[in-house]
């Protein structure tokens, strides 16, 4: 059974930065480093939205236009997690973050954690 865990998030002021963690477990061998990982949020009253991770065909990370230069998101696959570095943060961050792992049909996600820019 795989599952993931976010933590990390809280509260920061404008301009403050936070790094989410996404640790996962039930992923056997090297099947973790399959799957596409990505982070979604989802403010109140909107929509979830996707905010990094998704790989351009060269695989490297792409961001929403939202956060990009500001929001990177590292990967370790040895220790089978995905992180969310958040730089610069604005009000409108504010949401509940989730990641989000996938492969070919098969995907999962976490439980989310908040994080409230606020000054």
């Known amino acids: 059974q795989v599952q993931l865990v976010e933590s990390g998030g809280g509260f920061v002021q404008p301009g403050g930065s936070l790094r989410l963690s996404c640790a996962t477990s039930?992923?056997?061998?090297?099947?973790?480093?399959?799957?596409?990982m990505d982070w979604y949020r989802q403010a109140p009253g909107k929509l979830r939205e996707l905010v990094a991770g998704?790989?351009?065909?060269?695989?490297?990370?792409n961001y929403a236009e939202s956060v990009r230069g500001r929001f990177t998101t590292p990967r370790d696959n040895a220790k089978k997690m995905v992180y969310l570095q958040m730089n610069s943060l604005k009000l409108e961050d504010t949401a509940v973050y989730y990641c989000?792992?996938?492969?070919?049909?098969?995907?999962?996600w976490g439980q989310g954690t908040q994080v409230t820019v606020s000054s």
């Open positions: 989000y792992a996938r492969y070919q049909d098969t995907e999962y």
């Open positions: 039930g992923f056997t061998g090297f099947s973790f480093t399959k799957y596409r």
């Open positions: 998704f790989p351009t065909p060269d695989g490297r990370p």
